[in-house]
């Protein structure tokens, strides 16, 4: 099964911004919704930002006004823009695609799950 590839994590102190990416070849952006996850050790893997294939957001009530999730269908990439980062963030990011916003949190997902990429916000 297709999986995406991640990146743009690394370690930040609190405050600090970091801009995540998400790529997957062979597979039409654009008509699918896209979002981002993150999960701790141990901890169920959560939803945080959402965009439809319409390009409406829609975001978890911790990240509202710090994060902000945009695709650019031409170059298949899907990013999260973190801002005023907090160490509550730290957590390794996912992202998926789905046929639908419903889908995305609730299955089936159009990828296997990737490796991810490590955010970690010190304190």
């Known amino acids: 099964q297709r999986q995406p590839v991640e990146s743009g994590g690394g370690l930040v102190q609190a405050g600090g911004s970091l801009r995540l990416s998400c790529t997957a070849s062979?597979?039409?952006?654009?008509?699918?919704?896209m979002a981002w996850y993150r999960q701790n050790p141990g901890k169920q893997r959560n939803l945080v930002a959402s965009?439809?294939?319409?390009?409406?957001?829609n975001y978890e009530d911790s990240v509202k006004g710090r994060f902000t999730i945009s695709r650019d269908n031409a170059k298949n990439t899907v990013y999260l823009q973190m801002n005023g980062l907090k160490p509550e963030d730290t957590a390794a990011y996912y992202c998926?695609?789905?046929?639908?916003?419903?889908?995305?949190?609730?299955?089936?997902?159009?990828?296997?799950w990737g490796q991810g990429t490590q955010v970690t916000v010190s304190s």
């Open positions: 998926n695609a789905a046929s639908s916003t419903y889908r995305l949190r609730f299955g089936p997902r159009a990828w296997s």
């Open positions: 965009i439809a294939s319409d390009g409406s957001t």
């Open positions: 062979g597979f039409t952006f654009s008509q699918n919704a």
